[in-house]
């Protein structure tokens, strides 16, 4: 099936969405008229008045069916002289695949490239054309596998997917647009109503009286009635048009491995599932890392550190480019699983283009360390941006791990709080440990059904392990608050947290120490012992907060 017709069989489709809502209306107004034909004027009213607030959803539900004005995503648009080399090589691409250039090009921070183009007359007018390409991707492609990407997302181009399947791309936004739209109003009017019989709880205790269950399963039936029907049809939908879009993508695959090679093309398939694998522990392990204390990397380097970090990692990238996805994300996932398509392009004859532009993708760029600088302007948001630039990575642990430290908030100081009706600290803790009380105040941890009828040796083991880690921790940020503790930064390894030695100048044993005060007869002693922290650290690994 060509473009043409699938984007005719989407539009019908469409239409046939449209017409749900229509034929639903239609229903609940016959309804209305066989009343009044038939039913009493008492009983016909009240009937009435449920096909009224039937009616309120279905109305909104075609309403919601109007297309959205698009908003472009957050990036940074460069010129042809901004990016003289990055333009002429989209040029060349599109030649080589015979469409016509994109005429404006936006750098995202993504692991992803995608075309658009702003097609009219439901696509048959072509438009302007718009490239999006992700940074993260120059900093973990080399040449050669870029080319690949950008000749696939051209090719969509050149089958006029961009132009005729915008109706496809249109439909599937308005029917999960609308879905989403009946189950958020569901899930308001269980709110309000929740909201409603906590406030009536709240003055039945006032008065004296028990309070009743809260109960909200009967509230917003309407609108979750309406959604399945709705989610029924654009589960025909999307399935009807799902093949349609996974040709496409294996169509641009054959053009990206005929114009950037078979090899290229392979190993970019199998290198952006890592990269943004990478990415995902990168933003969460480094880039956000003092965002708790409202700190912020070097300037540049809250998307420059990722190139930084996949050159410290590349063992670890290796297990990821073998272990590729045999499944869609999802049922209604529009490309085909990525070994799926590793295995085609892998199965093309041999083309002798192995070694062509080996270096890296980043060098396309006039200026990284500049582009890097400004897409941060360009895309994080003016709240993140007032955050504090420490000096370095060095500078952004300490921060971070000080800030975590003061904000520990685990299991077991909540239930010192309880038990000393005191703010929780580690003073306190030790002495309900020397009062000999630690297995009392185990009971106001939260326990397993299990572990709260367990008794004696049982009940200890069950609870220990929870008390040792919140104990250590306690002890970290006592440490902290003291000065006393020192973070190792790495691009490849765990943070590293270095602890003063023990008195006697050997080496602390924080996690002897703790163990001793959980014991079955607990002993504070060796780690009283640590906390004073004389001169000159000691290593160890710990799971700090990150």
């Not at 009743?212 to 009967?218: G, L, P, Q, S």
């Amino acid at each position: 099936m060509g473009a043409t017709l699938r984007a005719l069989r989407a539009l019908v489709l469409l239409a046939g969405f449209h017409l749900l809502g229509a034929i639903l209306l239609a229903a609940l107004a016959g309804v209305d008229y066989l009343l009044y034909l038939h039913a009493p004027s008492g009983v016909a009213v009240k009937l009435y008045v449920v096909s009224v607030l039937l009616a309120i959803p279905l109305v909104r539900g075609l309403f919601m069916l109007r297309t959205p004005k698009g908003e472009e995503p957050p990036g940074l648009p460069v010129t042809e002289a901004d990016e003289p080399a990055l333009w002429r090589t989209v040029r060349e691409l599109a030649d080589a695949v015979g469409t016509r250039p994109p005429a404006r090009i936006v750098l995202t921070a993504d692991v992803n490239a995608a075309v658009a183009e702003d097609a009219r007359l439901l696509g048959l007018l072509a438009g302007p054309r718009r490239l999006y390409l992700g940074v993260p991707l120059l900093q973990g492609l080399t040449e050669a596998q870029l080319r690949a990407v950008l000749a696939h997302e051209l090719g969509h181009y050149s089958n006029a997917d961009t132009r005729l399947a915008a109706i496809t791309v249109r439909g599937r936004a308005q029917v999960l647009r609308t879905i989403r739209h009946f189950e958020e109003r569901a899930d308001k009017s269980a709110g309000r109503e929740r909201a409603r019989q906590e406030k009536k709880n709240a003055k039945a205790l006032a008065r004296g009286k028990k309070a009743k269950e809260i109960d909200t399963r009967h509230v917003g039936l309407t609108y979750r009635a309406l959604a399945k029907i709705y989610i029924g049809y654009a589960k025909l939908y999307i399935r009807a048009t799902l093949a349609g879009s996974r040709r496409q993508e294996y169509a641009a695959d054959d053009a990206s491995a005929r114009i950037a090679g078979r090899d290229a093309t392979a190993s970019a398939l199998r290198e952006i599932p890592a990269l943004d694998a990478a990415y995902d522990f990168y933003m969460n392990s480094y880039a956000t890392l003092g965002a708790e204390a409202r700190l912020m990397p070097p300037r540049g380097e809250f998307f420059g550190g990722y190139g930084r970090m996949l050159s410290a990692r590349q063992l670890e990238l290796v297990g990821l480019r073998a272990d590729l996805p045999t499944e869609p994300s999802s049922p209604y996932d529009s490309h085909p699983p990525i070994a799926h398509r590793v295995e085609r392009i892998e199965a093309l004859p041999a083309d002798g283009r192995a070694d062509e532009a080996r270096g890296a993708a980043l060098g396309l760029l006039a200026d990284p360390d500049r582009t890097l600088t400004a897409l941060e302007d360009a895309v994080l948001t003016e709240d993140v941006l007032r955050f504090r630039r420490t000096g370095d990575w060095q500078e952004l642990l300490d921060g971070s791990m000080v800030a975590k430290f003061a904000s520990l908030d685990t299991p077991l100081h909540r239930a010192l709080a309880m038990y000393t009706k005191d703010h929780p600290s580690l003073a306190a803790l030790l002495k309900v440990i020397d009062d000999g009380q630690l297995w009392q105040l185990a009971r106001r941890l939260p326990l397993s059904d299990q572990a709260a009828e367990a008794k004696g040796r049982a009940f200890r083991e069950f609870t220990r392990p929870a008390l040792a880690d919140g104990l250590q921790r306690m002890a970290l940020a006592e440490l902290s608050a003291h000065a006393r503790l020192s973070c190792d930064f790495s691009w490849s390894e765990p943070v590293v947290v270095r602890l003063p030695p023990a008195p006697d100048g050997t080496e602390a044993d924080l996690d002897a120490a703790v163990e001793a005060a959980v014991a079955d007869h607990p002993d504070t002693g060796p780690l009283r012992t640590l906390l004073p922290a004389p001169q000159g650290p000691a290593t160890r690994e710990t799971d700090a907060p990150r």
